[in-house]
């Protein structure tokens, strides 16, 4: 069992930067790929950022490479999403999620899943 919670969110104008958080609890964080989502109103979750369980290995949506960072440190059970040059398209709820698999790219692939944080990009 994991359980995920994110921080880090909150308003900024466009061209700003964020960095997101989510804690997990449970020693077996090592063992999952986590990955960031996030979901605007009156559209579906997409995918936004996967780290393997090692680290070693990320993907991104063409939406956001180049701009999002995804990373992760084991010892602190904590995979964060660093976030610059945002856009007022960026504006969503954030929720970091954990999966067995790498690379993955839809939400039914992640067991556990966060609450979500809140990022809204002013123009």
């Known amino acids: 069992q994991v359980q995920l919670v994110e921080s880090g969110g909150g308003l900024v104008q466009a061209g700003g930067s964020l960095r997101l958080s989510c804690v997990a609890s449970g020693r077996t964080f090592s063992t999952y790929a986590m990955a960031w989502f996030r979901q605007a109103p009156g559209k579906e979750r997409e995918f936004v950022a996967a780290i393997r369980w090692s680290g070693g290995s990320t993907n991104y949506a063409d939406s956001v490479k180049g701009r999002f960072a995804i990373s992760r440190d084991n010892a602190k059970s904590t995979v964060s999403l660093q976030m610059n040059s945002l856009k007022p398209e960026d504006t969503a709820v954030y929720s970091c999620?954990?999966?067995?698999?790498?690379?993955?790219?839809?939400?039914?692939?992640?067991?556990?899943w966060g609450q979500g944080t809140q990022v809204t990009v002013s123009s």
């Open positions: 999620a954990a999966g067995r698999a790498f690379p993955r790219y839809s939400p039914p692939d992640y067991d556990y």
